[in-house]
Every structure is written in structure tokens, then in C-alpha cells.
């Protein structure tokens, strides 16, 4: 079984300012990692994800990530952050291969505010 | 492309009601997920589905909750009866076969008194 851990459930941060969100997962097997954001009574977008091959992703709106195996982390990085960024953000991990292995397990989230 | 769609967008019901939701997935989406999303908490997959068969259902409440996708198309998750504890936002997400990518609908809202 897979299991993840957002290490913030709360980041405030200003505009302009950089920002990491943290997220630790535990598995034994070989793993496919992704960002979802959730704004306010909307369901989940997909961010960026890692599946394989280098570990820096880059996603939508100038989101990245960096994957590290030895750490078995997976933080979300922007350098520059926008008000509209304010969002809760979950770090997803599901076991690699096929469909028949589909099921997200998702942390608790973290709550990104972006201050004027 | 239209996204995933999801009926009703907000529903409140007393307890040991019945409650039933609706999902269309992304049109030739194979697979369709339900997820369980409590008041601060990260979505919890309830049942997974792969044409019209059960792929993954172990975090089912199979007492109360039940699932459907005959047509191998839209699906509903029924709950009878709610308690108070089902009060969350109930996620469905739809992926193409064998894709990593799950996209997923704007929710429906239970609130159980």
C-alpha cells in the first residue's frame, strides 16, 4: 500500500514571494506521483505529474516539481506566486503500471493563501 | 472535449435517508473512479470501475453504499441509509485505458442531518 504525507496544511505566502509545498510518500513498489490544485467548490486539476525519466516536471502555470527516489520526495516549487494561485493543493501517489492499478491515494492537503 | 459531469451539485438529507448520485465521464473514458472527499481531509477512493466491471471496491461501505456503471458510461453511487458521518463531497473521476491521468468532475456536496 501507498501512503503520503503533505508535510503543511497551511502556507501563507505573499504575492511575487516564492513558494515550496512539501510531500513525503512511503511504498515498496515502484510509484507514479502527481499534483492536484482544488479551488473553492471545484473539483481537482491536475497540476504535473512523474512517471518516469527525469525527475524535474514542469507543469501549468509555472508550476514544478522535483522527484527524489532516496529522499522519496516529491515538493511542489514556484518561484513567482500570483493571488489566483490561493488554492488547496494534495500530492497523489499511485502504484506504477497499469489501469487495474488506478487508485489515488492522496494526503490531507495544503492550504496555499497568496497575500497582497 | 466536455469534462466530467456530476448531478446533483449540492444535496442536504436526514439521516437514514436515501441519496443517490450521478457521473457522466469524459466521453470513450474506460475507467471511472468515485471518491469519498470529508471536510479536510484528501479524496478517498470508494470504488474504481473499468468498462462496466469492478476493478477496486475495498473501501466500499458495501452496508450502505452501492455503486453502478451498467453501460460501461455514466454511473451512480447510492447510499441507504445515510449517517452523519457521510457528510462530504463525493468526487467522480474518469481516465482513458491504461492512462495515468484521471480528470475529475466538480463534486456533489452531501450534507447529512
Known amino acids: 500500500a501507498q501512503s503520503v504525507t503533505q508535510l503543511d496544511s497551511q502556507v501563507p505566502v505573499f504575492e511575487e514571494a516564492p513558494v515550496e509545498l512539501r510531500c513525503n510518500y512511503s511504498?515498496?513498489?515502484?510509484?507514479?506521483l502527481f499534483w492536484y490544485v482544488q479551488y473553492p467548490n471545484q473539483g481537482l486539476q491536475l497540476l504535473l505529474k512523474?512517471?518516469?525519466?527525469?525527475?524535474l516536471v514542469k507543469g501549468i502555470n509555472g508550476f514544478e516539481a522535483e522527484f527524489n527516489k532516496s529522499q522519496t520526495s516529491f515538493h511542489l516549487r514556484k518561484p513567482s506566486v500570483h493571488i489566483s494561485d490561493t488554492a488547496e493543493y494534495f500530492c497523489?501517489?499511485?502504484?506504477?503500471?497499469?489501469?487495474?492499478?488506478?487508485?489515488?491515494?492522496f494526503g490531507q492537503g495544503t492550504i496555499l493563501t497568496v497575500h497582497p | 472535449e466536455a469534462g466530467v459531469a456530476q448531478s446533483p451539485r449540492y444535496k442536504i438529507i436526514e439521516k437514514r435517508q436515501s441519496v443517490a448520485f450521478w457521473c457522466n465521464p469524459i466521453s470513450g473514458h474506460a475507467t471511472l473512479y468515485w471518491y469519498q472527499q470529508i471536510l479536510g481531509q484528501g479524496p478517498k477512493l470508494l470504488i474504481q470501475f473499468q468498462n462496466n466491471g469492478v476493478v477496486d471496491d475495498s473501501q466500499l461501505p458495501k452496508d450502505r453504499f452501492s455503486a453502478e456503471r451498467l453501460k460501461g458510461v455514466d454511473s451512480t453511487l447510492k447510499i441507504q441509509p445515510a449517517k452523519l458521518e457521510d457528510s462530504a463531497v463525493y468526487l467522480c473521476?474518469?481516465?482513458?485505458?491504461?492512462?495515468?491521468?484521471?480528470?475529475f468532475g466538480p463534486g456533489t456536496r452531501l450534507l447529512v442531518l
Open positions: 512523474y512517471l518516469s525519466g527525469s525527475t
Open positions: 511504498s515498496s513498489v515502484s510509484v507514479y
Open positions: 473521476a474518469s481516465s482513458p485505458a491504461d492512462k495515468e491521468t484521471q480528470y
Open positions: 497523489a501517489v499511485r502504484r506504477a503500471g497499469g489501469t487495474s492499478y488506478g487508485k489515488l491515494t
